[in-house]
C-alpha cells in the first residue's frame, strides 16, 4: 500500500505511528474487484501510516471526527484472490499535491469520498441484493450452448412427467426446483470435464444450416446457462392445472375430455416488465435466494473472509447433513413432523384432538422438527420475517381464534361436520352424491338440490371468507399505493432510476412485442380449439373475460410476490365470477376458472423469470426463447404421459387404488364446481 504524507516530516515507526480509522461500506467494490464469489467486507480498518498494513479497528473514529493532518486515505476492500494481493487488499491510490492547500486534509479527504461514493454507485441500493447477485457482467460468456439445451430439457422432460405422476398418488411427494438445480450442476460440471473440446462444421449441403459451426463443450459450466436451465425446471415442470378439470370430469361427471395442455400468457411480460423487473426496489426474494445458491456454485475456490470453506463446500456439507437428519421426521420417527404433543397426552378427548391436532385439527400445538412442514407455504429462510409474521397474525385471527368460536356455536349447522376438510357433505355428514342434482345434460336441477342440500365444514368455509377478504383488499391496497406508478408505466414514464444491474441490462437486446403478439395470438387458437373441440359447455368469449380478469388481477399479484416472495392466489375470485354468470353450469365454471388461474400463474412465473435473468444478465431474448420452447416440450410429454396414464392405470382416482393414485386434488375441484 501507499499513501500520501507531507515530504517535510519524517518517517514514524509502527510503534509510534498515527492510526486513521475509516469506516467504509461493506458494499464499496471497484468493478475489477468483484470475483466469482461476493467481495469481501469490512467496516472498519486501521491503516499505519509507515507500513501501509490494515489491522481491525476495535474502536473506530467517525469520518466527520478530524483526521491526523499528515495522512489521506484512499481504498476500497477487495477479495484476497484478485488485485495481486495475497492480504485482500487494493494498493492505496497515491494523491499527488496540486496546488497550493492541496496537502490540507479538509481538501483532500473529500475528494477520496468521492471516488469511493461513485463506486458505491455502481451496486445496487439494497444490501441484501448487493449481498446476493454480482454487479458486473461477461456479455462473452456463452449461454444458448447444446449443452444447456440438453441438460434443460432433459430435466424439463423427467421433472414434469414426475410431477404429473406424483401429483395423482396420495400421500403425494414434489420434486422440486431446489432439487434440479443441484442436479443440473452436477451434470453440467460432468459434460464440461468429459465432452471434446472441438469445433464441429456442418455440412454445406444441409439446407439453413449449412456451413455452420458449434461446440459441444464451450468452456467451463457457467452461471448463465445454469440459470436458463433453472427457468426450465421451474413452475413450467409442476402439475397443468388443467389436468384437474380431467380428472373431475371423467371421475364425478362421466365425461372423456382430451388432454390438458399448458397455455402460454408469456404476453403478459412485455406489458408488465417495466413495473416488476427493470425498478431495483421490485427485490423478488425468491429469486435473490436461487441468484445466491447459483453464485454458491459457480465461485470456484474462493473463500468468504478469512475462513478456509468455501461456498460451494459448505453448501455441500448442509444438504448432506440435512439429508441424513431428515431420515428421523421423514422416516424414523414421523412423530417429529406432526409433533402434537397435546394430544398424545388426551387422546380420546375430541375437543382437544381438534383444536391441537396437526393433520386434521387447528395445529394449535405449533411444534415441528420437519422442515418440510415448517416451509409448506414458503422457507422462512427466504420470505421475509415481517411477511411471515403478517401471514401468522391473520391465522391467528381467523383460525385459532373466529374459526372455534363459529365451530362450537354451530354456525351455519356445521357443528356435526368435521373441524377442518375440503370435502362436501350432506345433511347426515356423509360424502355428498352430485349425480342427485344433475339433470341429464350436467345441469343443475335447483329442485333437487333444495331437496338435497350441500354442506362443507367450517375450516373450508373460512378459507373462502378470507379469499374473498384478501382478494378485495389486494386490488382496492395497490390502487391506492401504486396506482400513480402503474399509470405513469402506462405512459411511458420510468418508475425509478436504473441501478447497476438495469444499465449493465441495456447491451442487450429487448423482445420485440411482435414476439408477444404472436404468443398470444397462438395461445389463443389453441384455447378456442380445445374449448370447441371438447364440447365443455363454454362460449369462447368466456376466454376473452377470463384473460382480461387474469390480467387485472395480475398486477396486485406482482406487486405482492415481488415484494414478498408469497404469490396471492386467486381461484376463488374466478370461481364467484364464473358461478354468477354460468349458474347451475359446473363445466363451464371450471373451464373459465382453469383459464383464469393458469393464465395469471404462468403469467406470473414468466416474469419471475425475466427477474432472475436480469439479476443473472442473461439476454431478455434468451430467457424469453428457453421459456418458450420448455412449455411446449412440457406440456406434449405430460399430455402423452396422462394419456398413457388413463389407459393403463386400473381404478385411476379410486379410495382403493393399488398403487395409491387417487387423485387427492380432485376432491377439492369437484367440490368447488358443487359450490358455485
Sequence with gaps: MSLA??????????????????????????????????????????????TGQRFPDSNPRRLDQEPPSATVFHGVPATATEAGSSSGTIPMKEIEPQGPGSQDPETLMPRAMAEIEEHVEDDSPYPIVRACVSNTDDPDMPIMTLRMWAVGLTLNILGGCINLFLNLRYPSIYLTNAILVVVAFVIGKILERIMPIRLWIIPSWIPLIGDRSFCLNPGPFNIKEHGLICMMTGDLISTPYGLNLVLTARKYYNLSLGPSALVLPISFGWITRKLFVYPSSKLWPTNLALSAVLNAFHAGDAKKGNHDLTRLRFFTIVMILYAFYHFLPGFLFTALSYFSFVCWIRPNNVVVNQLFGAATGLGMSL??????????????????????????????????????????????????????????????????????????????????Y??????????????YLVAFIFTTTLVVATALDYGKEVLGVAQSKSVENDDIHARLMKRYPEIPGAWSAGVLLVS???AITAIKIADLDTPVWALFLAMAISFVYSIPALYIYSYSGKAPTMNLTFELVAGSIWRGRPLALMTFKIISVQWLLLGVSF???????????????STFTVQIVAAIVVSATQVGLQEWIFNTVQDLCEADQKGFLICPTTGVFYTASILW
Design 5 to 50: 504524507t507531507p515530504h517535510s516530516e519524517p518517517p514514524i515507526t509502527p510503534h509510534e505511528g498515527q492510526t486513521l480509522p475509516l469506516p467504509l461500506p461493506a458494499h464499496a467494490q471497484l468493478p475489477w474487484t468483484r470475483s466469482t464469489a461476493a467481495s469481501q467486507s469490512i467496516d472498519s480498518v486501521i491503516l499505519d501510516i509507515s
Design 450 to 463: 333444495e331437496e338435497y342440500p350441500v354442506y362443507i365444514p367450517i375450516g373450508f368455509v373460512m378459507t
Design 367 to 448: 411444534l415441528s422438527f420437519d422442515w418440510f412442514q415448517i416451509a409448506l407455504i414458503g422457507s422462512p429462510m427466504i420470505i421475509p420475517w415481517t411477511v411471515s409474521a403478517h401471514i401468522f397474525a391473520g391465522f391467528v385471527t381467523f383460525y385459532w381464534i373466529l374459526l372455534p368460536i363459529l365451530y362450537y356455536t354451530d354456525t351455519w349447522n356445521t357443528g356435526h361436520l368435521p373441524i377442518m376438510g375440503l370435502s362436501a357433505y350432506d345433511r347426515f355428514a356423509q360424502p355428498y352424491d352430485l349425480n342427485r342434482v344433475l339433470n341429464p345434460d350436467k345441469t343443475l336441477n335447483v329442485t333437487a
Design 607 to 621: 416474469i419471475e423469470n425475466l427477474k432472475l435473468g436480469h439479476y443473472l444478465k442473461i439476454p431478455p431474448r
Design 524 to 526: 389463443l387458437g389453441l
